[in-house]
């Protein structure tokens, strides 16, 4: 029988769960990485970069949808806890945007609502073996995205593997 006790401990699954991180911890390490970076950049996306279509208010179908999916609590979580708060937020008439990274290392996670389905933008442009995959978007119906799991499971994977944006955006 091999001995695994010098084996590396394997890395936690992001699973939208904290680790036991509270907002102040989580303010103060956002605060040390910003002074230590020497940062000016902003935690809000200035309202001259906003697209024209961009607003501070999701529409009413957008709103209910997100929060019966617990979308946004989940996105908080993993920018207080992997992102140490450096992530931006936007809210579109129809959808959210959670943005980090700068220049050529920009990602985002988009999600979107359209005809009562939450929407969740891919990474991959042909069609995975997920039922609800379209080629460009993993399109949850309310039968999937009040499933907790399920929209937990599909954050996780998108924070994993995020849209990468080119740098001219």
């Given at each position: 029988m091999a001995d695994r006790s010098n084996q590396r401990p394997k890395k936690s699954p992001i699973l939208g769960q904290g680790h036991g991180l509270s907002d102040v911890e989580g303010a103060m390490i956002?605060?040390?990485?910003?002074?230590?970076?020497?940062?000016?950049?902003?935690?809000?996306?200035?309202e001259?970069?906003?697209?024209q279509e961009a607003t501070t208010h999701?529409?009413?179908?957008?709103?209910?949808?997100?929060?019966a999916s617990r979308a946004r609590d989940i996105l908080h979580m993993f920018n207080r806890d992997y992102l140490y708060g450096q992530g931006r937020f936007d809210e579109y008439r129809?959808?959210?945007?959670?943005?980090?990274?700068?220049?050529?290392s920009r990602k985002h996670?988009?999600?979107?609502?359209?005809?009562?389905?939450?929407l969740f933008e891919t990474s991959?442009?042909?069609q995975c073996d997920k039922p609800y995959c379209?080629?460009?978007?993993?399109?949850?119906s309310r039968e999937h995205y009040t499933n907790l799991n399920i929209v937990n499971s599909e954050l996780a994977e998108l924070f994993r593997r995020p849209v990468y944006e080119p740098p001219d955006d």
């Open positions: 956002q605060q040390m990485i910003r002074e230590g970076s020497n940062s000016s950049r902003q935690l809000s996306i200035p001259q970069d906003l697209a999701l529409s009413p179908e957008a709103e209910m949808v997100i929060e129809d959808g959210l945007l959670l943005k980090w990274g700068d220049g050529y996670i988009w999600l979107s609502v359209a005809e009562g389905k939450l991959h442009t042909k379209n080629g460009t978007h993993h399109v949850l």
